[in-house]
């Protein structure tokens, strides 16, 4: 019978990474390795890991000028883009259900406001508090859609 243990999975990105560990059934006493190497977006100079899920999920970011947030899922990049009339999107933090939040500015006014993002769903923008002018979100748990967000 095989014994859950921790796979580590090493995620190179340019200069950066991430060491993660993800669950899976190994033999007793088996611990294995994978690099995985997210390369910049097409133009782009670098990337970095910002945030991992325990699905194995990866959160980052690509940079040339501005930056580009990006999820990758088995082995494929999916952009975070910008809500309507807002730009520099920043991703901080990808709950196990799958939903990244962060903060993007107002083409506007450049003020700073957070979002929610699925894949399915979208990007949304998290309301303000009474009286705030800005807000941001920092993290979120780990439900399919957040009952908590930290900001």
Same mark, same amino acid.
């Given at each position: 019978?095989?014994?859950? !243990? ?24 088996? *611990? ?59 991703? !901080?933090?990808?709950? /196990? ?14 003020? *700073? ?20 002018? /800005? ?17």
């Amino acid at each position: 019978m095989a014994i859950r !243990n921790s796979i580590r999975r090493l995620i190179v990105c340019g200069s950066f990474a991430a060491l993660a560990g993800i669950a899976a059934a190994q033999p007793t006493g088996v *611990i294995g390795y994978d690099l995985i190497e997210i390369p910049p977006l097409e133009g782009d100079l670098s990337s970095s890991v910002g945030a991992l899920d325990n699905f194995g999920r990866v959160l980052g970011r690509s940079s040339n000028a501005p930056s580009t947030p990006f999820v990758w899922i088995n082995g494929r990049q999916e952009i975070i883009p910008p809500p309507p009339g807002y730009r520099l999107v920043l991703a !901080n933090d990808i709950g /196990s259900g799958g939903v990244i939040v962060g903060r993007a500015a107002e083409l506007e006014n450049s003020r *700073i406001h957070a979002f929610a993002w699925t894949a399915d769903g979208g990007i949304h923008r998290l309301d303000l508090i009474p009286g705030a002018t /800005s807000n941001d979100a920092l993290a979120v748990d780990d439900q399919p859609w957040p009952d908590c967000v930290i900001g």
